[in-house]
């Protein structure tokens, strides 16, 4: 960064130079996985079930059939390393074959469910004018991944936990585990419009939460 805040010269050759690094490592990860490599298999489950079984948890109402989500979902992997062609990540692959799995598995609880199970999504959010044109925060409290408070961070996986589906789904995957708009996008098959109406009703609901325990904490 130079003294502005914006990219520097450094940073942008930085970037340029980690790509190229990255895509080798990658590739380096996938041959080791299509030739059986059992260790690089179970790091990659390692690595990526937590997440994976969030992203499934959204979709499914049970902690049991978001498990039966990831495990078929690994399965899927398994059965398609040799068809993966590399047009997106690695990651941003598998998780679309969990989403893919999850909506799947979905549709079938659906079939079952009552129609009053189904919440509909027109309650208001927080006044727009409080967030920036991207749809951050304008002024926002400790990001909850830096909150230490127990009390604190379980009022935000709760907020987070009661979204509806979308919302939750795209929460999740861009402040929680970090995600690119481009990549979020991509797995939830969301138009980048779409992507960030959803975004900015979920951060508004989950900030409301936290500002009201916030608020009676003082």
Not at 52 to 63: E, F, H, I, K, P
Not at 133 to 158: C, K, N, Q
Not at 181 to 204: F, G, K, M, P, Y
Request: hydrophobic content about 40%.
């Amino acid at each position: 960064m130079n003294r502005h805040g914006s990219p520097g010269e450094d940073d942008l050759m930085g970037a340029a130079q980690s790509r190229p690094a990255e895509q080798a490592d990658e590739s380096a990860l996938l041959a080791a996985l299509r030739a059986g490599d059992e260790r690089a298999f179970m790091m990659l489950v390692e690595e990526y079930t937590p997440g994976m079984r969030r992203l499934a948890v959204s979709y499914v109402r049970t902690a049991a059939l978001a498990d039966d989500v990831v495990q078929e979902a690994w399965l899927g992997v398994l059965k398609g390393l040799d068809r993966f062609e590399g047009r997106s990540s690695l990651k941003t692959w598998i998780y679309r074959i969990v989403a893919n799995v999850a909506r799947t598995r979905a549709i079938k609880e659906a079939r079952s469910a009552p129609f009053s199970s189904f919440a509909t999504d027109d309650e208001p959010s927080v006044d727009p004018d409080r967030f920036v044109a991207d749809g951050h925060w304008g002024s926002a409290p400790e990001p909850w991944r830096a909150v230490l408070d127990t009390e604190a961070r379980t009022v935000i996986d709760r907020a987070i936990a009661a979204l509806p589906d979308q919302q939750r789904q795209v929460i999740e995957l861009r402040d929680v585990a970090g995600w690119s708009s481009d990549e979020v996008c991509n797995v939830l098959d969301l138009s980048q419009t779409n992507q960030r109406v959803l975004l900015h009703r979920a951060r508004s609901k989950v900030r409301a939460a936290l500002e009201e325990y916030l608020g009676d904490h003082r």
